[in-house]
T-cell receptor, first 111, second 114 residues
Framework: QQPVQSPQAVILREGEDAVINCSSS?????VHWYRQKHGEAPVFLMILLKGGEQKGHEKISASFNEKKQQSSLYLTASQLSYSGTYFCGTYSGAGSYQLTFGKGTKLSVIP | KAGVTQTPRYLIKTRGQQVTLSCSPISGHRSVSWYQQTPGQGLQFLFEYFSETQRNKGNFPGRFSGRQFSNSRSEMNVSTLELGDSALYLC?????????????FGSGTQLSVL
């Protein structure tokens, strides 16, 4: 089942913060986050495994609450280069072999 | 290391025709997944192959099929094309296709069905 992302779109000014949420109705083994810029392939940002880990990547970090089957992506002090569509993807088990993506959140950072 | 390579980059077909898309994974990666991307729908999972075996299939009609060769290269085929098949088709590779591995995506094949 496809995870649900919110919001669908967000517009930020440079330097502002944003949170993108991803929730699933199924128990999750891992959550992936990818960013896709227009006309380009999705690019990996981070993976979170069950256990409530919070991982960071420069000014982008994420958390994973396995009990609630939710993950959140935090973008701090946004830069113009953060613009793009963010997708969360979920694996329901170590052996599921299927990464199921949400519909994406379009993030636009303006000067 | 070379990245994931997809060919062709663009395709234009008419309804009723069939099409074959190709994907060469990163060297050493044995898992290849295929996704269909359309505006507003995100990335829809088509199927995943590992060592020439299809391990998982998404909710698509039987017109969509695929295969993987012994060198891990993969092809997907769509028969009897419909207008709704117009989309960007992405393939992604990883070493074993397990939940803790990141996917590396190709640039995709943009298919237009007229």
């Amino acid at each position: 089942q496809q995870p649900v992302q919110s919001p669908q779109a967000v517009i930020l000014r440079e330097g502002e913060d944003a949170v993108i949420n991803c929730s699933s109705s199924k128990a999750l083994y891992s959550v992936h986050w990818y960013r896709q810029k227009h006309g380009e392939a999705p690019v990996f940002l981070m993976i979170l495994l069950k256990g409530g880990e919070q991982k960071g990547h420069e000014k982008i970090s994420a958390s994973f609450n396995e009990k609630k089957q939710q993950s959140s992506l935090y973008l701090t002090a946004s830069q113009l280069s953060y613009s793009g569509t963010y997708f969360c993807g979920t694996y329901s088990g170590a052996g599921s072999y299927q990464l199921t993506f949400g519909k994406g959140t379009k993030l636009s950072v303006i000067p | 290391k070379a990245g994931v390579t997809q060919t062709p980059r663009y395709l234009i077909k008419t309804r009723g025709q069939q099409v074959t898309l190709s994907c060469s994974p990163i060297s050493g990666h044995r898992s290849v997944s295929w996704y269909q991307q359309t505006p507003g729908q995100g990335l829809q999972f088509l199927f995943e192959y590992f060592s020439e075996t299809q391990r998982n299939k998404g909710n698509f009609p039987g017109r969509f099929s695929g295969r993987q060769f012994s060198n891990s290269r993969s092809e997907m085929n769509v028969s009897t094309l419909e207008l709704g098949d117009s989309a960007l088709y992405l393939c992604a590779s990883s070493p074993r296709g397990q939940g803790g591995e990141k996917l590396f995506f190709g640039s995709g094949t943009q298919l237009s069905v007229l």
